[in-house]
Protein backbone atom coordinates (compact mmCIF):
# COMPACT_ATOMS: atom_id res chain seq x y z
CA UNK A 1 0.00 0.00 0.00
CA UNK A 2 0.86 3.45 -0.54
CA UNK A 3 3.08 4.52 2.62
CA UNK A 4 1.64 8.33 2.90
CA UNK A 5 -2.24 7.26 1.91
CA UNK A 6 -1.42 4.52 4.60
CA UNK A 7 -0.35 6.79 7.46
CA UNK A 8 -3.23 9.48 6.32
CA UNK A 9 -6.13 7.07 6.75
CA UNK A 10 -4.75 6.11 10.27
CA UNK A 11 -4.59 9.86 11.74
CA UNK A 12 -8.14 10.33 9.69
CA UNK A 13 -9.99 7.72 11.45
CA UNK A 14 -8.00 7.40 14.64
CA UNK A 15 -9.44 9.79 17.68
CA UNK A 16 -6.42 12.37 19.20
CA UNK A 17 -5.37 12.21 22.47
CA UNK A 18 -6.47 15.66 22.79
CA UNK A 19 -9.69 16.36 22.52
CA UNK A 20 -9.38 20.32 21.07
CA UNK A 21 -8.40 18.34 17.79
CA UNK A 22 -10.74 15.88 17.51
CA UNK A 23 -13.69 18.88 18.13
CA UNK A 24 -11.95 21.01 15.48
CA UNK A 25 -11.42 18.07 13.19
CA UNK A 26 -15.65 17.44 13.76
CA UNK A 27 -15.99 21.06 12.92
CA UNK A 28 -14.20 21.30 9.70
CA UNK A 29 -16.20 18.11 8.74
CA UNK A 30 -19.67 19.69 9.56
CA UNK A 31 -18.20 22.81 7.39
CA UNK A 32 -17.47 20.71 4.77
CA UNK A 33 -20.94 18.82 4.75
CA UNK A 34 -22.82 21.85 5.35
CA UNK A 35 -20.83 23.92 2.33
CA UNK A 36 -21.06 21.03 -0.22
CA UNK A 37 -24.76 20.62 0.44
CA UNK A 38 -25.97 24.34 0.36
CA UNK A 39 -23.89 24.84 -3.00
CA UNK A 40 -25.58 21.17 -4.55
CA UNK A 41 -29.02 23.01 -3.40
CA UNK A 42 -28.60 26.47 -4.58
CA UNK A 43 -27.66 24.92 -7.90
CA UNK A 44 -30.83 22.48 -8.20
CA UNK A 45 -32.55 25.54 -6.79
CA UNK A 46 -31.40 27.89 -9.99
CA UNK A 47 -31.62 24.63 -12.65
CA UNK A 48 -34.66 24.21 -11.55
CA UNK A 49 -35.93 27.87 -11.99
CA UNK A 50 -34.48 28.07 -14.91
CA UNK A 51 -36.35 25.16 -16.53
CA UNK A 52 -39.57 27.00 -14.96
CA UNK A 53 -39.02 30.07 -16.89
CA UNK A 54 -37.79 28.27 -19.81
CA UNK A 55 -41.14 26.77 -19.90
CA UNK A 56 -43.12 29.95 -19.59
CA UNK A 57 -40.87 31.23 -22.65
CA UNK A 58 -42.52 28.13 -24.75
CA UNK A 59 -46.11 29.85 -23.62
CA UNK A 60 -45.45 32.69 -24.85
CA UNK A 61 -42.66 32.82 -27.86
CA UNK A 62 -41.91 30.89 -30.53
CA UNK A 63 -38.68 29.22 -31.68
CA UNK A 64 -38.45 31.27 -34.72
CA UNK A 65 -40.24 34.77 -35.53
CA UNK A 66 -40.05 37.00 -38.57
CA UNK A 67 -40.75 40.14 -38.99
CA UNK A 68 -40.79 43.06 -41.49
CA UNK A 69 -37.31 45.52 -40.99
CA UNK A 70 -39.40 48.21 -42.46
CA UNK A 71 -42.44 49.25 -40.99
CA UNK A 72 -44.85 47.41 -38.96
CA UNK A 73 -46.49 45.13 -41.23
CA UNK A 74 -45.89 43.21 -44.56
CA UNK A 75 -47.84 41.54 -47.15
CA UNK A 76 -48.18 37.72 -47.01
CA UNK A 77 -47.04 37.50 -50.95
CA UNK A 78 -46.84 33.44 -52.88
CA UNK A 79 -43.22 34.14 -52.26
CA UNK A 80 -43.39 33.95 -49.19
CA UNK A 81 -46.02 31.44 -48.13
CA UNK A 82 -43.82 29.33 -50.68
CA UNK A 83 -40.70 29.76 -48.70
CA UNK A 84 -42.47 28.99 -45.38
CA UNK A 85 -45.03 25.99 -46.32
CA UNK A 86 -42.39 24.08 -47.98
CA UNK A 87 -39.99 24.04 -45.39
CA UNK A 88 -39.55 20.41 -44.09
CA UNK A 89 -38.05 21.59 -40.80
CA UNK A 90 -40.63 23.49 -39.77
CA UNK A 91 -43.59 22.04 -37.49
CA UNK A 92 -45.95 24.90 -37.32
CA UNK A 93 -46.15 28.30 -37.99
CA UNK A 94 -49.05 30.80 -37.39
CA UNK A 95 -49.59 34.16 -38.73
CA UNK A 96 -49.80 37.02 -36.36
CA UNK A 97 -50.64 40.90 -36.26
CA UNK A 98 -49.43 43.30 -32.86
CA UNK A 99 -50.48 46.20 -31.92
CA UNK A 100 -50.73 48.92 -29.04
CA UNK A 101 -54.35 49.43 -27.84
CA UNK A 102 -57.03 50.72 -25.62
CA UNK A 103 -58.64 48.44 -23.36
CA UNK A 104 -62.12 49.27 -21.58
CA UNK A 105 -64.09 47.29 -19.43
CA UNK A 106 -67.09 49.36 -18.35
CA UNK A 107 -65.07 52.14 -15.96
CA UNK A 108 -61.63 50.70 -16.34
CA UNK A 109 -58.51 51.21 -18.99
CA UNK A 110 -55.56 49.90 -19.71
CA UNK A 111 -52.92 50.21 -22.56
CA UNK A 112 -52.04 46.77 -23.85
CA UNK A 113 -51.13 45.02 -26.95
CA UNK A 114 -53.72 42.93 -29.02
CA UNK A 115 -52.50 40.56 -30.83
CA UNK A 116 -54.45 38.52 -33.61
CA UNK A 117 -53.70 35.23 -34.39
CA UNK A 118 -55.00 31.80 -36.05
CA UNK A 119 -56.20 29.08 -35.15
CA UNK A 120 -53.09 27.18 -35.72
CA UNK A 121 -51.15 29.41 -32.99
CA UNK A 122 -51.37 26.83 -30.17
CA UNK A 123 -49.45 24.64 -32.34
CA UNK A 124 -46.77 26.94 -32.27
CA UNK A 125 -46.63 28.02 -29.08
CA UNK A 126 -48.21 26.14 -25.64
CA UNK A 127 -50.65 29.22 -24.80
CA UNK A 128 -53.37 26.71 -24.54
CA UNK A 129 -51.98 24.73 -21.81
CA UNK A 130 -51.65 28.14 -19.62
CA UNK A 131 -55.11 29.20 -19.37
CA UNK A 132 -56.24 29.00 -16.02
CA UNK A 133 -59.81 30.15 -16.45
CA UNK A 134 -62.21 29.42 -19.09
CA UNK A 135 -61.26 28.28 -22.71
CA UNK A 136 -58.86 28.97 -25.91
CA UNK A 137 -60.44 30.57 -29.32
CA UNK A 138 -62.66 28.78 -31.17
CA UNK A 139 -64.37 29.30 -34.69
CA UNK A 140 -67.41 28.84 -33.44
CA UNK A 141 -67.30 31.80 -31.32
CA UNK A 142 -65.80 34.69 -33.40
CA UNK A 143 -65.85 38.08 -31.64
CA UNK A 144 -64.10 36.15 -28.37
CA UNK A 145 -60.65 37.29 -26.83
CA UNK A 146 -58.31 35.96 -24.29
CA UNK A 147 -56.08 38.09 -21.91
CA UNK A 148 -53.68 37.85 -19.05
CA UNK A 149 -54.68 37.03 -15.21
CA UNK A 150 -52.33 40.54 -14.87
CA UNK A 151 -54.58 42.24 -17.24
CA UNK A 152 -57.93 40.79 -15.72
CA UNK A 153 -57.67 41.95 -12.60
CA UNK A 154 -56.92 45.56 -13.65
CA UNK A 155 -59.69 45.78 -15.87
CA UNK A 156 -62.00 43.19 -13.19
CA UNK A 157 -63.12 41.77 -16.01
CA UNK A 158 -63.77 37.98 -16.21
CA UNK A 159 -64.67 35.25 -17.68
CA UNK A 160 -68.09 35.25 -19.58
CA UNK A 161 -68.84 38.30 -17.99
CA UNK A 162 -72.03 38.31 -20.04
CA UNK A 163 -73.65 42.04 -20.58
CA UNK A 164 -69.77 43.45 -20.22
CA UNK A 165 -67.75 43.15 -23.30
CA UNK A 166 -64.54 44.22 -23.19
CA UNK A 167 -63.79 46.99 -25.62
CA UNK A 168 -60.56 47.26 -27.75
CA UNK A 169 -60.19 50.65 -29.08
CA UNK A 170 -57.35 52.10 -31.20
CA UNK A 171 -56.64 55.50 -32.71
CA UNK A 172 -56.78 56.26 -35.81
CA UNK A 173 -54.54 57.90 -38.01
CA UNK A 174 -54.51 61.52 -39.21
CA UNK A 175 -58.02 62.37 -36.83
CA UNK A 176 -56.57 63.45 -33.60
CA UNK A 177 -58.02 63.86 -30.52
CA UNK A 178 -60.87 66.70 -31.04
CA UNK A 179 -64.34 64.10 -31.44
CA UNK A 180 -63.44 61.04 -29.39
CA UNK A 181 -66.21 59.21 -30.99
CA UNK A 182 -64.63 59.54 -34.45
CA UNK A 183 -60.94 59.54 -33.47
CA UNK A 184 -60.60 55.32 -32.63
CA UNK A 185 -61.72 52.46 -34.59
CA UNK A 186 -62.56 49.79 -31.76
CA UNK A 187 -64.15 46.15 -31.49
CA UNK A 188 -66.35 44.66 -29.02
CA UNK A 189 -64.91 41.05 -27.58
CA UNK A 190 -66.13 38.39 -24.80
CA UNK A 191 -63.79 36.73 -23.05
CA UNK A 192 -63.37 33.26 -22.90
CA UNK A 193 -59.93 32.37 -20.94
CA UNK A 194 -57.85 34.11 -18.85
CA UNK A 195 -53.87 32.93 -19.22
CA UNK A 196 -50.95 32.89 -16.48
CA UNK A 197 -46.98 33.08 -17.21
CA UNK A 198 -44.51 35.55 -17.07
CA UNK A 199 -45.92 39.36 -14.95
CA UNK A 200 -44.60 40.91 -18.25
CA UNK A 201 -46.16 38.33 -20.59
CA UNK A 202 -50.08 38.54 -17.83
CA UNK A 203 -50.01 42.29 -18.77
CA UNK A 204 -49.21 42.44 -22.29
CA UNK A 205 -51.94 41.02 -24.17
CA UNK A 206 -55.13 40.80 -25.23
CA UNK A 207 -55.48 37.73 -27.87
CA UNK A 208 -58.44 37.78 -30.45
CA UNK A 209 -58.68 36.36 -34.23
CA UNK A 210 -56.94 37.55 -36.89
CA UNK A 211 -59.85 38.85 -38.52
CA UNK A 212 -61.06 40.63 -35.58
CA UNK A 213 -57.27 42.64 -35.03
CA UNK A 214 -57.92 43.12 -39.20
CA UNK A 215 -61.06 44.68 -39.01
CA UNK A 216 -59.82 46.83 -35.78
CA UNK A 217 -56.70 48.19 -37.71
CA UNK A 218 -58.31 48.05 -41.25
CA UNK A 219 -55.97 45.75 -42.36
CA UNK A 220 -56.24 43.97 -45.83
CA UNK A 221 -56.50 40.25 -45.59
CA UNK A 222 -53.26 39.16 -46.23
CA UNK A 223 -51.49 41.74 -44.28
CA UNK A 224 -49.87 40.84 -40.73
CA UNK A 225 -46.94 41.54 -38.88
CA UNK A 226 -45.06 38.50 -38.22
CA UNK A 227 -45.18 35.14 -38.59
CA UNK A 228 -44.39 32.67 -35.90
CA UNK A 229 -42.84 29.15 -36.14
CA UNK A 230 -42.12 26.13 -34.28
CA UNK A 231 -38.80 23.64 -35.36
CA UNK A 232 -38.83 20.12 -35.84
CA UNK A 233 -37.29 18.83 -32.24
CA UNK A 234 -34.27 18.04 -34.40
CA UNK A 235 -33.67 21.18 -36.08
CA UNK A 236 -31.10 23.73 -34.55
CA UNK A 237 -32.88 27.36 -34.41
CA UNK A 238 -29.36 29.30 -34.92
CA UNK A 239 -29.27 27.34 -38.29
CA UNK A 240 -32.02 27.30 -39.27
CA UNK A 241 -32.71 31.17 -38.41
CA UNK A 242 -29.70 31.54 -40.54
CA UNK A 243 -30.74 30.09 -43.51
CA UNK A 244 -34.16 31.41 -43.71
CA UNK A 245 -32.93 34.82 -43.69
CA UNK A 246 -31.16 34.05 -46.34
CA UNK A 247 -33.67 32.98 -48.89
CA UNK A 248 -35.81 35.91 -47.73
CA UNK A 249 -33.76 38.63 -47.97
CA UNK A 250 -33.22 42.03 -46.26
CA UNK A 251 -36.64 42.90 -46.14
CA UNK A 252 -37.70 40.34 -43.26
CA UNK A 253 -36.17 40.08 -39.84
CA UNK A 254 -35.86 36.77 -38.64
CA UNK A 255 -35.38 35.93 -34.92
CA UNK A 256 -34.94 32.78 -32.62
CA UNK A 257 -36.57 32.57 -29.23
CA UNK A 258 -32.56 33.31 -27.47
CA UNK A 259 -32.70 36.38 -29.53
CA UNK A 260 -36.26 37.47 -28.60
CA UNK A 261 -35.17 36.83 -24.85
CA UNK A 262 -31.76 38.14 -24.85
CA UNK A 263 -31.94 39.74 -21.50
CA UNK A 264 -34.09 37.74 -19.62
CA UNK A 265 -31.65 34.98 -20.70
CA UNK A 266 -28.42 37.23 -19.65
CA UNK A 267 -30.47 37.40 -16.21
CA UNK A 268 -30.73 34.00 -15.70
CA UNK A 269 -27.56 32.95 -16.55
CA UNK A 270 -25.88 35.78 -14.42
CA UNK A 271 -28.04 35.37 -11.34
CA UNK A 272 -26.93 31.18 -11.52
CA UNK A 273 -23.01 32.30 -11.79
CA UNK A 274 -23.03 35.24 -9.25
CA UNK A 275 -24.88 32.78 -6.73
CA UNK A 276 -22.35 29.92 -7.65
CA UNK A 277 -19.70 31.83 -6.76
CA UNK A 278 -21.19 33.78 -3.61
CA UNK A 279 -21.66 29.93 -2.07
CA UNK A 280 -18.10 28.84 -3.34
CA UNK A 281 -17.04 31.53 -1.28
CA UNK A 282 -18.82 30.25 2.04
CA UNK A 283 -17.36 26.99 0.71
CA UNK A 284 -13.37 28.56 1.11
CA UNK A 285 -14.41 29.88 4.28
CA UNK A 286 -15.69 26.78 5.67
CA UNK A 287 -11.91 25.13 4.43
CA UNK A 288 -10.21 27.35 6.63
CA UNK A 289 -11.50 24.49 8.94
CA UNK A 290 -9.99 22.17 7.12
CA UNK A 291 -6.65 23.95 7.43
CA UNK A 292 -6.58 24.74 10.64
CA UNK A 293 -7.62 21.22 11.69
CA UNK A 294 -4.86 19.47 9.16
CA UNK A 295 -2.17 22.64 11.32
CA UNK A 296 -3.43 21.14 14.43
CA UNK A 297 -3.17 17.53 13.37
CA UNK A 298 0.44 18.28 12.56
CA UNK A 299 1.73 19.88 15.55
CA UNK A 300 -0.20 17.07 17.51
CA UNK A 301 1.85 14.14 15.54
CA UNK A 302 5.14 16.28 15.58
CA UNK A 303 6.88 13.33 17.47
CA UNK A 304 5.43 10.65 15.57
CA UNK A 305 6.58 12.95 12.56
CA UNK A 306 10.46 12.66 13.86
CA UNK A 307 9.94 9.15 13.99
CA UNK A 308 8.76 8.70 10.66
CA UNK A 309 11.61 11.17 9.38
CA UNK A 310 14.33 8.99 10.77
CA UNK A 311 12.88 5.65 9.73
CA UNK A 312 13.90 6.97 6.18
CA UNK A 313 11.00 8.82 4.98
CA UNK A 314 11.25 12.24 2.99
CA UNK A 315 9.68 15.19 3.63
CA UNK A 316 7.87 15.00 0.82
CA UNK A 317 6.50 11.78 1.44
CA UNK A 318 5.39 13.68 5.14
CA UNK A 319 3.57 16.40 3.62
CA UNK A 320 1.90 13.95 1.52
CA UNK A 321 0.38 12.28 4.23
CA UNK A 322 -1.30 15.38 5.14
CA UNK A 323 -2.12 16.41 2.14
CA UNK A 324 -3.68 13.43 2.01
CA UNK A 325 -5.14 13.44 5.07
CA UNK A 326 -6.92 16.71 4.14
CA UNK A 327 -8.11 15.56 1.22
CA UNK A 328 -9.65 12.84 1.97
CA UNK A 329 -11.56 14.68 5.47
CA UNK A 330 -13.00 16.64 2.45
CA UNK A 331 -14.09 14.06 0.21
CA UNK A 332 -15.79 12.38 3.28
CA UNK A 333 -17.67 15.21 3.92
CA UNK A 334 -18.44 16.27 0.26
CA UNK A 335 -19.53 12.92 0.03
CA UNK A 336 -21.98 13.35 3.24
CA UNK A 337 -23.26 16.56 1.98
CA UNK A 338 -23.88 15.43 -1.71
CA UNK A 339 -26.15 12.28 -0.01
CA UNK A 340 -27.85 14.87 1.81
CA UNK A 341 -28.36 17.67 -0.80
CA UNK A 342 -29.75 14.99 -3.11
CA UNK A 343 -32.38 13.75 -0.68
CA UNK A 344 -33.14 17.02 -0.13
CA UNK A 345 -33.62 17.62 -3.90
CA UNK A 346 -35.39 14.51 -4.52
CA UNK A 347 -38.11 15.16 -1.90
CA UNK A 348 -38.80 18.93 -3.22
CA UNK A 349 -39.10 17.31 -6.71
CA UNK A 350 -41.24 14.15 -5.68
CA UNK A 351 -43.68 15.81 -2.83
CA UNK A 352 -43.26 19.72 -3.42
CA UNK A 353 -42.67 20.57 0.16
CA UNK A 354 -41.86 24.52 -0.30
CA UNK A 355 -44.21 26.59 -2.25
CA UNK A 356 -44.05 29.79 -4.13
CA UNK A 357 -47.05 30.22 -4.12
CA UNK A 358 -50.40 28.22 -3.16
CA UNK A 359 -49.96 26.06 -6.89
CA UNK A 360 -46.62 26.71 -8.05
CA UNK A 361 -43.88 24.53 -5.78
CA UNK A 362 -40.42 26.16 -5.74
CA UNK A 363 -38.83 24.54 -8.73
CA UNK A 364 -35.71 22.34 -8.21
CA UNK A 365 -34.20 20.09 -10.72
CA UNK A 366 -31.59 16.77 -10.14
CA UNK A 367 -28.81 17.32 -12.66
CA UNK A 368 -25.64 15.88 -13.66
CA UNK A 369 -23.97 18.69 -14.59
CA UNK A 370 -24.61 20.06 -10.96
CA UNK A 371 -23.23 17.43 -9.42
CA UNK A 372 -20.18 17.35 -11.32
CA UNK A 373 -19.52 21.26 -10.70
CA UNK A 374 -19.30 20.18 -6.83
CA UNK A 375 -17.62 17.26 -7.42
CA UNK A 376 -15.06 19.21 -8.94
CA UNK A 377 -15.23 22.63 -7.09
CA UNK A 378 -15.29 20.96 -3.60
CA UNK A 379 -12.16 18.58 -4.76
CA UNK A 380 -10.22 21.35 -6.04
CA UNK A 381 -10.43 23.54 -2.64
CA UNK A 382 -10.37 20.55 -0.51
CA UNK A 383 -6.51 19.73 -1.81
CA UNK A 384 -5.32 23.52 -1.72
CA UNK A 385 -6.41 24.00 1.47
CA UNK A 386 -4.34 20.30 2.51
CA UNK A 387 -1.76 21.78 0.79
CA UNK A 388 -1.70 25.42 2.31
CA UNK A 389 -1.86 23.37 6.06
CA UNK A 390 0.73 20.86 4.98
CA UNK A 391 2.95 23.46 3.49
CA UNK A 392 3.96 24.15 7.64
CA UNK A 393 6.02 21.06 7.50
CA UNK A 394 9.87 21.36 6.99
CA UNK A 395 12.97 19.66 8.33
CA UNK A 396 13.70 22.24 11.00
CA UNK A 397 9.89 22.07 12.65
CA UNK A 398 10.20 18.30 13.03
CA UNK A 399 13.61 18.59 14.48
CA UNK A 400 12.84 21.09 16.73
Avoid: H
Avoid at 10 to 21: D, E, P, V, W
Avoid at 67 to 79: E, M
Amino acid sequence: MNFPLYIAKRYLFAKSGNNAINIITIIASIGVVVGTAALFIILSGFSGLRTFNYSLLDISDPDIKITATKGKTFIYTDTLQNVIENNTDIAAFSKVIEERVFLKNGEKQQIASVKGVDYNYINVVKLDSAIQVGTWLEKEYPNTSVIGNSLSYKLSAGVASFGETLQILVPKTGTGFLNPASSFRSIDTQITGTYYGTEEFENKYVFVSNAQAQQLLNYQDNQFTGIEIKLQSNVNADDFSEKIQQQLGENYRVQTKAQLNELFYKVINTENFVSYLIFTLIVIIAMFNVVGSIIMMIIDKKKNLKTILNLGATLSEIKRIFVLQGFLLTIAGMTIGLIVSMIAVAIQEQFEVFMITSSIPYPVELKLSNLLIVITTISVLGFLAAKVASSRISVNFIEK
